[in-house]
């Protein structure tokens, strides 16, 4: 998908370290549906600013490939 070829593009332009992209992307993808699942589901959870939330879910997936 989109996001797999991204990955992909990116480690080829060494922008992110070498890793699995399809392994990669699930993850991702697995990580940004689950925080998105569980704001629609938990609403009534104590979130407290959900933007900063999901902020901090991408700059740690950020994070975990930077060289």
Sequence with gaps: GCLRRALADAMTAKKIRNADPDVLARAWW??????????????????????AVIDTLIDGLIDSVKK
Excluded at 31 to 44: F, R, Y
């Design 30 to 51: 697995t990580a940004l549906h689950g925080v998105t699942s569980a704001m629609i589901i938990h609403g009534n959870f104590p979130w407290g600013d959900p933007q």
